[in-house]
C-alpha cells in the first residue's frame, strides 16, 4: 500500500503515520526528518538549515533524489507512507510519473489550530517526540528516551506564519491535483489523535 499524506505542517501527519507503520507494518518516509538527520557540516545538510531556516521548501530536484534514493531501499516492496512529501506539484508530477500512491489522505485542519499546535510544539532532541507547551507542566526531557526538549527552529512564530503562507501558495494546489488523479480522501484532522486514526484505518482497510 502507497500512502501519501497530505495536509499543512502541523496537521498531524507525522503522529498518524507512526501510528499507520505501526498497525500496517510499512516504512514511515518523513523528507523533513530524511533532512534534519543530516549533518549540518555537509553541502545537503547547509542547503536544508539555509531553507527550513527561512520557512521555504528545498528546491525539487534535491528532495526528488532523496525520495528516489529512500525509495529504492528493500523496506519500501511492499509500499510505504510518505510524510511531507510530494509537496510542490512538479514533486507529485514526478512521483506519479513512476511511482503512483493508492491513496492521498488529506489532513484538513484550521489555520488557527495550526498556528497552536506549531508554536506550542516542542520537539524531544534525541527521539523526535512530540511535546505541547499547554501539557508540558515544566518538564525539560523526553518522559520517553530522557532527551532533551527543544522548539525547533522552524516552530518559531515568525518561520511558522511564514510555513503555512508556504504550504498555501506551494503545497494546497496537490489537494486538486491528487483529487484529479482519483485517490483523494480528506479528513478533519482537527479531532483528536485516535478518532482521526480511527478514520484512516476505516478508509485504508476499504482499499
Ligand atoms: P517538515 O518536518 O515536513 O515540516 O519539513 C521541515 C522542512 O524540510 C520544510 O520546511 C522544508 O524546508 C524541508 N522539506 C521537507 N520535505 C520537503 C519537500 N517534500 N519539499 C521541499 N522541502 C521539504
Redesign the pocket.
Same mark, same amino acid.
Given at each position: 500500500m502507497r500512502i501519501v499524506l497530505l495536509g499543512a #505542517?502541523g496537521a498531524g501527519k507525522g503522529s498518524q503515520a507512526k501510528k499507520i507503520a505501526e498497525k500496517y507494518g510499512l516504512p514511515h518516509i518523513?523528507?523533513?526528518d530524511i533532512?534534519r538527520s543530516l549533518r549540518p557540516d555537509t553541502e545537503l545538510g547547509r542547503i536544508?538549515a539555509e531553507?527550513?531556516a527561512k520557512?521555504?521548501?528545498?528546491p525539487d530536484e534535491i528532495?526528488l533524489k532523496i525520495v528516489e534514493e529512500r525509495l529504492e531501499k528493500d523496506d519500501c516492496k511492499n509500499g510505504f507512507i510518505m510524510d511531507?512529501? #510530494?509537496?510542490?506539484i512538479p514533486?507529485a508530477e514526478a512521483f506519479e510519473r513512476d511511482i503512483h500512491a493508492d491513496v492521498a489522505l488529506n489532513f484538513q485542519v484550521d489555520y488557527g489550530i495550526l498556528m497552536d499546535r506549531l508554536t506550542g510544539r516542542w520537539t524531544c532532541k534525541k527521539c523526535g517526540a512530540p511535546y505541547h507547551v499547554s501539557t508540558m507542566n515544566g518538564i525539560t526531557v523526553c518522559s520517553k528516551c530522557g532527551g532533551e526538549l527543544i522548539q525547533r527552529e522552524?516552530d518559531k512564530a515568525e518561520t511558522v506564519a511564514k510555513?503555512l503562507q508556504v504550504y498555501d501558495s506551494q503545497t494546497k494546489p496537490l489537494i486538486e491535483f491528487y483529487e484529479k488523479v482519483g485517490v483523494l480522501k480528506t479528513l478533519d484532522a482537527s479531532k483528536p489523535i485516535d478518532e482521526v486514526f480511527e478514520k484512516i484505518v476505516q478508509i485504508l482497510d476499504n482499499l
Open positions: #505542517p518523513s523528507t523533513g533532512f536544508f531553507y527550513s520557512g521555504q521548501l528545498v528532495v511531507g512529501f #510530494p509537496r510542490t514533486q522552524d510555513r
